[in-house]
Protein backbone atom coordinates (compact mmCIF):
# COMPACT_ATOMS: atom_id res chain seq x y z
CA UNK A 1 0.00 0.00 0.00
CA UNK A 2 3.19 2.38 0.77
CA UNK A 3 4.62 1.63 -2.38
CA UNK A 4 1.02 2.54 -4.59
CA UNK A 5 1.22 5.96 -2.37
CA UNK A 6 4.31 6.87 -3.44
CA UNK A 7 4.07 5.86 -6.91
CA UNK A 8 0.82 7.69 -7.12
CA UNK A 9 2.31 10.55 -5.14
CA UNK A 10 5.13 10.89 -7.54
CA UNK A 11 3.13 10.97 -10.60
CA UNK A 12 1.10 13.43 -9.44
CA UNK A 13 3.94 15.70 -8.32
CA UNK A 14 5.57 14.95 -11.57
CA UNK A 15 2.35 15.81 -13.58
CA UNK A 16 2.05 19.34 -11.43
CA UNK A 17 5.93 19.79 -12.13
CA UNK A 18 5.56 19.55 -16.03
CA UNK A 19 2.68 21.89 -16.08
CA UNK A 20 3.16 25.30 -17.46
CA UNK A 21 3.01 28.35 -16.05
CA UNK A 22 -0.28 30.45 -16.40
CA UNK A 23 -0.27 33.22 -18.89
CA UNK A 24 -0.48 36.49 -16.65
CA UNK A 25 -4.02 38.31 -17.51
CA UNK A 26 -4.20 41.77 -17.95
CA UNK A 27 -7.27 44.51 -18.20
CA UNK A 28 -8.44 45.99 -21.53
CA UNK A 29 -6.55 48.50 -22.81
CA UNK A 30 -3.58 48.04 -20.25
CA UNK A 31 -1.16 47.17 -23.07
CA UNK A 32 -0.08 50.42 -24.56
CA UNK A 33 2.83 49.40 -26.74
CA UNK A 34 2.33 47.22 -29.45
CA UNK A 35 5.87 45.23 -28.48
CA UNK A 36 3.70 44.01 -25.40
CA UNK A 37 0.34 42.10 -28.02
CA UNK A 38 0.20 38.96 -28.26
CA UNK A 39 -1.35 38.96 -31.09
CA UNK A 40 0.45 41.46 -33.81
CA UNK A 41 -2.05 40.92 -36.39
CA UNK A 42 -4.01 43.94 -35.15
CA UNK A 43 -3.06 47.43 -36.37
CA UNK A 44 -1.65 50.53 -33.78
CA UNK A 45 -3.90 52.73 -32.56
CA UNK A 46 -4.15 56.06 -34.65
CA UNK A 47 -2.81 59.07 -33.17
CA UNK A 48 -4.47 62.12 -32.53
CA UNK A 49 -3.74 65.72 -31.66
CA UNK A 50 -2.76 66.87 -28.48
CA UNK A 51 -4.45 69.99 -28.95
CA UNK A 52 -5.58 71.61 -25.64
CA UNK A 53 -9.06 72.92 -25.31
CA UNK A 54 -8.83 76.93 -25.51
CA UNK A 55 -11.07 77.40 -23.04
CA UNK A 56 -8.85 75.80 -20.47
CA UNK A 57 -5.96 78.23 -21.09
CA UNK A 58 -6.04 82.18 -20.91
CA UNK A 59 -7.42 84.49 -23.50
CA UNK A 60 -4.26 85.74 -25.02
CA UNK A 61 -2.26 84.28 -27.47
CA UNK A 62 1.28 84.84 -27.95
CA UNK A 63 3.66 83.69 -30.64
CA UNK A 64 6.85 81.46 -29.53
CA UNK A 65 9.05 83.87 -30.97
CA UNK A 66 8.09 86.44 -28.62
CA UNK A 67 9.01 84.49 -25.96
CA UNK A 68 12.55 83.52 -26.81
CA UNK A 69 12.97 87.42 -27.35
CA UNK A 70 11.55 88.66 -24.19
CA UNK A 71 14.10 89.52 -21.32
CA UNK A 72 14.67 87.62 -18.34
CA UNK A 73 12.29 88.34 -15.47
CA UNK A 74 13.39 88.18 -12.37
CA UNK A 75 12.14 85.69 -9.47
CA UNK A 76 13.04 85.24 -6.01
CA UNK A 77 16.54 84.20 -5.28
CA UNK A 78 18.13 86.21 -8.40
CA UNK A 79 21.01 88.60 -7.05
CA UNK A 80 20.69 92.28 -7.98
CA UNK A 81 23.61 94.92 -7.80
CA UNK A 82 22.08 98.21 -7.01
CA UNK A 83 24.10 101.86 -7.40
CA UNK A 84 22.68 104.59 -6.54
CA UNK A 85 24.52 108.07 -7.12
CA UNK A 86 26.11 109.80 -4.33
CA UNK A 87 25.31 106.90 -2.07
CA UNK A 88 28.28 104.33 -0.99
CA UNK A 89 27.09 102.09 2.09
CA UNK A 90 23.12 102.92 2.54
CA UNK A 91 21.15 101.85 -0.54
CA UNK A 92 23.96 100.65 -2.85
CA UNK A 93 25.16 96.87 -2.22
CA UNK A 94 23.48 93.51 -3.66
CA UNK A 95 20.49 92.49 -3.16
CA UNK A 96 18.59 88.90 -3.42
CA UNK A 97 15.08 88.57 -3.93
CA UNK A 98 13.01 87.18 -0.94
CA UNK A 99 11.01 84.25 -1.32
CA UNK A 100 7.61 86.71 -2.15
CA UNK A 101 10.24 88.37 -5.18
CA UNK A 102 10.47 91.79 -3.11
CA UNK A 103 13.88 93.60 -1.61
CA UNK A 104 14.06 95.61 1.44
CA UNK A 105 16.02 99.37 1.17
CA UNK A 106 17.27 100.92 4.04
CA UNK A 107 15.48 98.61 6.13
CA UNK A 108 12.00 100.11 5.92
CA UNK A 109 11.18 100.58 2.32
CA UNK A 110 9.82 96.89 0.77
CA UNK A 111 9.65 96.80 -3.06
CA UNK A 112 8.29 93.93 -4.92
CA UNK A 113 10.27 92.87 -8.17
CA UNK A 114 9.20 89.02 -8.73
CA UNK A 115 8.78 89.40 -12.98
CA UNK A 116 9.78 92.00 -13.85
CA UNK A 117 12.57 92.95 -16.40
CA UNK A 118 15.72 94.71 -15.08
CA UNK A 119 14.68 97.70 -16.81
CA UNK A 120 11.54 97.72 -15.11
CA UNK A 121 12.83 96.99 -11.99
CA UNK A 122 15.06 99.78 -12.15
CA UNK A 123 12.25 102.08 -12.84
CA UNK A 124 10.55 100.72 -10.13
CA UNK A 125 13.40 101.29 -7.31
CA UNK A 126 13.96 104.62 -8.71
CA UNK A 127 10.08 105.90 -8.17
CA UNK A 128 9.87 104.36 -4.94
CA UNK A 129 13.21 106.57 -3.41
CA UNK A 130 12.05 109.35 -4.88
CA UNK A 131 8.78 109.38 -3.72
CA UNK A 132 9.99 108.50 -0.32
CA UNK A 133 12.19 111.21 -0.49
CA UNK A 134 16.01 109.14 -0.36
CA UNK A 135 17.18 110.95 -3.73
CA UNK A 136 16.44 113.61 -6.21
CA UNK A 137 14.49 112.72 -9.01
CA UNK A 138 17.63 112.65 -11.36
CA UNK A 139 17.88 110.98 -14.40
CA UNK A 140 20.49 108.23 -14.26
CA UNK A 141 20.83 108.30 -10.30
CA UNK A 142 20.11 105.02 -10.15
CA UNK A 143 21.68 101.87 -11.87
CA UNK A 144 20.36 98.08 -11.45
CA UNK A 145 22.17 95.05 -12.53
CA UNK A 146 21.72 91.26 -12.64
CA UNK A 147 24.23 89.46 -11.20
CA UNK A 148 22.86 85.96 -10.80
CA UNK A 149 19.73 84.08 -12.32
CA UNK A 150 18.61 81.52 -9.27
CA UNK A 151 16.23 78.66 -9.44
CA UNK A 152 12.62 79.48 -10.19
CA UNK A 153 9.48 76.70 -9.51
CA UNK A 154 7.36 75.49 -12.44
CA UNK A 155 4.41 73.52 -12.69
CA UNK A 156 4.78 70.48 -15.47
CA UNK A 157 2.15 68.49 -16.35
CA UNK A 158 0.53 66.42 -19.69
CA UNK A 159 2.15 63.85 -20.86
CA UNK A 160 5.17 63.56 -18.72
CA UNK A 161 6.10 60.93 -16.38
CA UNK A 162 6.40 62.66 -12.86
CA UNK A 163 3.99 65.77 -13.07
CA UNK A 164 3.57 68.11 -10.67
CA UNK A 165 6.61 71.81 -9.33
CA UNK A 166 9.62 70.97 -10.10
CA UNK A 167 12.57 73.28 -9.16
CA UNK A 168 15.09 74.11 -12.03
CA UNK A 169 18.02 76.09 -12.57
CA UNK A 170 19.27 75.98 -8.99
CA UNK A 171 22.84 76.32 -8.58
CA UNK A 172 24.77 74.50 -5.56
CA UNK A 173 26.76 76.60 -3.60
CA UNK A 174 30.24 76.73 -5.56
CA UNK A 175 28.59 78.50 -8.42
CA UNK A 176 26.92 81.06 -6.41
CA UNK A 177 30.32 81.86 -4.77
CA UNK A 178 32.16 82.22 -8.10
CA UNK A 179 29.04 84.30 -9.30
CA UNK A 180 29.91 86.53 -6.33
CA UNK A 181 32.95 87.29 -7.07
CA UNK A 182 31.91 88.35 -10.41
CA UNK A 183 31.91 91.82 -10.91
CA UNK A 184 30.27 91.51 -14.50
CA UNK A 185 26.45 92.24 -15.06
CA UNK A 186 24.25 89.53 -16.27
CA UNK A 187 23.74 85.69 -16.18
CA UNK A 188 22.67 82.87 -18.39
CA UNK A 189 21.24 80.59 -16.39
CA UNK A 190 21.00 77.49 -19.08
CA UNK A 191 19.02 74.92 -16.55
CA UNK A 192 15.92 77.91 -16.19
CA UNK A 193 14.93 76.38 -19.85
CA UNK A 194 11.43 74.69 -20.80
CA UNK A 195 13.66 72.00 -21.98
CA UNK A 196 15.17 71.68 -18.37
CA UNK A 197 11.71 71.73 -16.43
CA UNK A 198 10.60 69.18 -18.70
CA UNK A 199 13.33 66.60 -17.85
CA UNK A 200 12.97 67.40 -14.30
CA UNK A 201 9.58 66.36 -14.63
CA UNK A 202 10.65 63.17 -15.55
CA UNK A 203 10.63 63.46 -19.45
CA UNK A 204 8.19 63.02 -21.69
CA UNK A 205 5.90 59.79 -22.20
CA UNK A 206 5.77 58.19 -25.34
CA UNK A 207 2.43 59.19 -26.32
CA UNK A 208 3.54 62.90 -26.01
CA UNK A 209 2.94 65.46 -28.57
CA UNK A 210 5.72 67.15 -28.87
CA UNK A 211 4.08 69.97 -31.53
CA UNK A 212 1.57 70.88 -28.72
CA UNK A 213 3.49 72.25 -26.07
CA UNK A 214 2.19 74.11 -24.29
CA UNK A 215 4.08 77.56 -22.26
CA UNK A 216 1.58 79.58 -20.17
CA UNK A 217 3.37 82.66 -18.54
CA UNK A 218 0.97 85.03 -16.31
CA UNK A 219 -2.21 85.91 -18.99
CA UNK A 220 -0.75 84.76 -21.94
CA UNK A 221 0.32 81.43 -23.68
CA UNK A 222 1.91 80.04 -26.68
CA UNK A 223 2.81 76.81 -28.54
CA UNK A 224 5.89 75.29 -28.95
CA UNK A 225 7.10 72.72 -31.34
CA UNK A 226 9.93 70.78 -29.58
CA UNK A 227 9.79 67.71 -32.17
CA UNK A 228 13.75 69.07 -33.14
CA UNK A 229 14.77 68.31 -29.78
CA UNK A 230 14.52 64.16 -30.53
CA UNK A 231 16.64 64.23 -33.74
CA UNK A 232 18.73 66.69 -32.45
CA UNK A 233 17.52 69.91 -34.71
CA UNK A 234 17.43 73.55 -33.34
CA UNK A 235 14.15 74.17 -30.62
CA UNK A 236 12.65 77.40 -29.59
CA UNK A 237 14.19 76.31 -25.86
CA UNK A 238 12.42 79.25 -24.13
CA UNK A 239 13.96 81.01 -20.86
CA UNK A 240 11.41 80.20 -17.41
CA UNK A 241 10.21 82.68 -14.88
CA UNK A 242 8.46 81.89 -11.69
CA UNK A 243 5.30 80.40 -11.67
CA UNK A 244 5.32 79.41 -15.34
CA UNK A 245 3.11 76.62 -16.21
CA UNK A 246 4.00 74.40 -18.70
CA UNK A 247 1.44 71.03 -20.68
CA UNK A 248 2.85 68.75 -22.72
CA UNK A 249 -0.06 67.39 -25.02
CA UNK A 250 -0.82 63.64 -25.35
CA UNK A 251 -1.57 61.63 -28.92
CA UNK A 252 -3.02 58.53 -26.92
CA UNK A 253 -0.69 56.21 -28.87
CA UNK A 254 2.93 54.50 -28.17
CA UNK A 255 5.51 56.22 -30.30
CA UNK A 256 8.46 54.36 -30.31
CA UNK A 257 10.88 57.15 -31.71
CA UNK A 258 10.51 58.86 -28.33
CA UNK A 259 11.75 56.06 -26.43
CA UNK A 260 15.35 57.25 -26.65
CA UNK A 261 17.56 59.87 -24.63
CA UNK A 262 17.10 63.70 -25.99
CA UNK A 263 16.84 66.64 -23.98
CA UNK A 264 12.88 66.80 -23.42
CA UNK A 265 13.50 62.69 -22.16
CA UNK A 266 14.89 61.23 -19.06
CA UNK A 267 18.91 59.78 -19.95
CA UNK A 268 18.33 56.74 -18.11
CA UNK A 269 15.70 55.10 -15.90
CA UNK A 270 15.81 52.67 -13.05
CA UNK A 271 13.82 49.68 -12.65
CA UNK A 272 13.54 46.27 -10.73
CA UNK A 273 15.53 42.77 -11.24
CA UNK A 274 14.99 39.28 -9.48
CA UNK A 275 16.73 36.48 -10.66
CA UNK A 276 16.08 33.46 -8.56
CA UNK A 277 16.73 30.69 -11.53
CA UNK A 278 18.73 27.77 -11.16
CA UNK A 279 21.84 27.98 -10.89
CA UNK A 280 21.62 31.56 -9.00
CA UNK A 281 20.19 31.06 -5.40
CA UNK A 282 20.12 35.19 -5.31
CA UNK A 283 20.25 38.41 -6.59
CA UNK A 284 23.62 39.04 -5.34
CA UNK A 285 24.97 35.72 -6.73
CA UNK A 286 23.50 36.84 -10.08
CA UNK A 287 25.28 40.42 -9.80
CA UNK A 288 22.37 42.53 -9.71
CA UNK A 289 22.70 45.72 -8.30
CA UNK A 290 22.61 49.22 -8.20
CA UNK A 291 24.61 50.09 -11.31
CA UNK A 292 22.62 47.11 -13.09
CA UNK A 293 19.22 48.23 -12.39
CA UNK A 294 19.57 51.44 -13.60
CA UNK A 295 19.85 51.61 -17.68
CA UNK A 296 19.42 54.11 -20.39
CA UNK A 297 16.07 55.35 -21.20
CA UNK A 298 15.30 53.23 -24.45
CA UNK A 299 16.59 49.98 -23.11
CA UNK A 300 14.36 46.91 -24.08
CA UNK A 301 13.58 43.62 -22.50
CA UNK A 302 16.32 41.53 -24.26
CA UNK A 303 18.70 44.24 -22.65
CA UNK A 304 17.49 43.70 -19.45
CA UNK A 305 17.59 40.14 -19.39
CA UNK A 306 21.30 40.24 -20.03
CA UNK A 307 21.68 42.67 -17.33
CA UNK A 308 19.75 40.33 -15.15
CA UNK A 309 21.67 37.27 -16.42
CA UNK A 310 18.84 35.35 -17.46
CA UNK A 311 19.95 34.52 -21.12
CA UNK A 312 22.81 31.53 -21.11
CA UNK A 313 24.13 28.80 -19.29
CA UNK A 314 23.27 25.09 -19.50
CA UNK A 315 21.19 23.72 -22.35
CA UNK A 316 18.58 22.38 -19.49
CA UNK A 317 17.66 25.82 -18.35
CA UNK A 318 18.35 27.13 -21.15
CA UNK A 319 14.30 27.78 -21.79
CA UNK A 320 13.74 30.28 -19.26
CA UNK A 321 10.97 32.71 -18.82
CA UNK A 322 10.75 36.03 -18.09
CA UNK A 323 8.24 38.67 -16.41
CA UNK A 324 8.31 42.11 -16.91
CA UNK A 325 5.61 44.20 -14.90
CA UNK A 326 4.65 47.71 -15.97
CA UNK A 327 2.15 49.93 -15.86
CA UNK A 328 0.19 51.95 -18.59
CA UNK A 329 1.97 55.11 -18.12
CA UNK A 330 -1.68 57.03 -19.88
CA UNK A 331 -4.32 55.13 -18.23
CA UNK A 332 -2.09 54.37 -15.55
CA UNK A 333 -3.29 50.62 -15.36
CA UNK A 334 -0.78 47.50 -14.54
CA UNK A 335 0.34 45.34 -16.81
CA UNK A 336 2.33 42.05 -16.98
CA UNK A 337 3.77 40.21 -20.02
CA UNK A 338 5.58 37.06 -19.93
CA UNK A 339 8.43 35.95 -22.79
CA UNK A 340 10.06 32.96 -23.28
CA UNK A 341 13.91 33.52 -23.49
CA UNK A 342 15.22 31.57 -25.78
CA UNK A 343 12.22 32.79 -28.36
CA UNK A 344 13.03 36.17 -27.81
CA UNK A 345 16.79 35.51 -28.52
CA UNK A 346 16.27 33.30 -31.61
CA UNK A 347 13.12 34.01 -33.70
CA UNK A 348 13.41 36.64 -36.07
CA UNK A 349 10.29 38.61 -35.14
CA UNK A 350 11.96 39.27 -31.61
CA UNK A 351 11.54 43.05 -32.41
CA UNK A 352 7.58 43.01 -32.65
CA UNK A 353 7.61 41.22 -29.16
CA UNK A 354 10.01 42.79 -27.33
CA UNK A 355 8.93 45.73 -24.93
CA UNK A 356 10.72 48.91 -24.12
CA UNK A 357 11.46 49.16 -20.29
CA UNK A 358 9.53 52.25 -18.73
CA UNK A 359 10.62 53.74 -15.21
CA UNK A 360 10.13 51.37 -12.56
CA UNK A 361 9.45 48.69 -14.69
CA UNK A 362 10.18 45.55 -13.13
CA UNK A 363 11.25 41.93 -14.12
CA UNK A 364 11.59 38.44 -12.78
CA UNK A 365 12.97 35.33 -14.15
CA UNK A 366 11.64 31.84 -13.77
CA UNK A 367 13.51 28.43 -13.93
CA UNK A 368 12.60 26.17 -17.31
CA UNK A 369 10.22 23.20 -17.66
CA UNK A 370 13.81 20.80 -17.16
CA UNK A 371 14.60 22.36 -14.09
CA UNK A 372 11.01 21.93 -12.79
CA UNK A 373 11.09 18.18 -13.39
CA UNK A 374 14.19 17.85 -11.47
CA UNK A 375 12.64 19.54 -8.82
CA UNK A 376 10.14 17.84 -8.46
CA UNK A 377 11.78 14.18 -8.89
CA UNK A 378 14.74 15.47 -5.63
CA UNK A 379 11.43 16.45 -3.86
CA UNK A 380 10.09 12.68 -4.37
CA UNK A 381 13.75 11.60 -3.34
CA UNK A 382 13.85 13.69 -0.77
CA UNK A 383 10.35 12.24 0.82
CA UNK A 384 11.05 8.65 0.15
CA UNK A 385 14.58 8.46 1.27
CA UNK A 386 13.74 8.09 5.30
CA UNK A 387 11.01 5.26 4.42
CA UNK A 388 13.94 3.23 2.40
CA UNK A 389 16.15 4.43 4.99
CA UNK A 390 14.34 2.74 8.21
CA UNK A 391 13.41 -0.11 6.17
CA UNK A 392 16.96 -1.30 5.75
CA UNK A 393 17.93 -1.09 9.09
CA UNK A 394 14.88 -3.16 10.17
Known amino acids: MFRKTMVIGFCAALASGCATMERPTNLEASQYAPQQQVDHSNSAPRCISGALPLSSLPHQ ?140 AGGVRPDADLTAVYVVSGNSWSRVDLTGAIDGNLIDDISLSSNDRIIVGSTNCFQSELVKPSRVTAPGIRVFMSNLSRPAASNASSSIGRETTSLPYGTRLSQAMVSANCVGGSAMNAARKVVLMSRNPINGQSVVIQRSVEKLVRQDNRDQRDPYLMPGDSLACYDSFAMNVRDVISLVGETASPYFLLKNVD
Open 61 to 200: QIASERLIRKPDLLSSGDRIQLKVSGDEETLSRIYVLAGNGSITLDGRHSISLVGLSIAEAEQTISRTLVANGLIRGLRGSVRLQLLELGGVSVAVGGAVFQPGMVRVGQRSAELRGVHLDNSNSGDRNISRSLTAAIRA
